[in-house]
C-alpha cells in the first residue's frame, strides 16, 4: 500500500505561480511512476503530468507543457508540481497518483485507471 498526501492548494490570480507537493508513504519503492491529475467541475480527470521513479523522464500534457513542471525528491518521498502562469481555465482538483505497474509505453502513464493509488486531491483556483 502507499498512501498519498497533497499540500494544500489555494487561490492565485491568473499569471501567478503555485506549487503543490505530494508525500508518499508505505511501500514507496513500489511506485514507478508518479503522475497528477486534475479534474474540473463536470469534467472527466485529465493527465496533467508524469515522473519516473530516478527523475529522468518527465511527461506533460499540451496543456501545461512549457508552464508546468513535475519533480521528485526520493530522499523525502515527496513528488511537486510547480505551476506557472496559471490561467483560470487551470481551475481544479488536482490529484496525485502512483503507479506500480511497468508498461513499455509511457502513454499508459497518461491515463488514470494506470495508477493504483491516489491522494485526496486538493483544489486550485485561478482567479482572471
Known amino acids: 500500500q502507499v498512501q498519498l498526501v497533497e499540500s494544500r492548494g489555494g487561490l492565485v490570480q491568473a499569471g501567478g505561480s503555485l506549487r503543490l507537493s505530494c508525500a508518499a508513504s508505505?511501500?514507496?519503492?513500489?511506485?514507478?511512476?508518479m503522475g497528477w491529475f486534475r479534474q474540473a467541475p463536470g469534467k472527466e480527470r485529465e493527465f496533467v503530468a508524469t515522473i519516473n521513479w530516478s527523475g529522468g523522464s518527465t511527461y506533460y500534457a499540451d496543456s501545461v507543457k512549457g508552464r508546468f513542471t513535475i519533480s521528485r525528491d526520493n530522499a523525502k518521498n515527496t513528488v511537486y508540481l510547480q505551476m506557472n502562469s496559471l490561467k483560470p481555465e487551470d481551475t481544479a482538483v488536482y490529484y496525485c497518483?502512483?503507479?506500480?505497474?511497468?508498461?513499455?509505453?509511457?502513454?499508459?502513464?497518461?491515463?488514470?485507471?494506470?495508477?493504483?493509488?491516489w491522494g485526496q486531491g486538493t483544489q486550485v483556483t485561478v482567479s482572471s
Open positions: 508505505g511501500r514507496t519503492s513500489s511506485s514507478v511512476m
Open positions: 497518483a502512483a503507479a506500480t505497474v511497468i508498461y513499455y509505453s509511457a502513454n499508459y502513464y497518461f491515463s488514470a485507471p494506470t495508477y493504483d493509488y
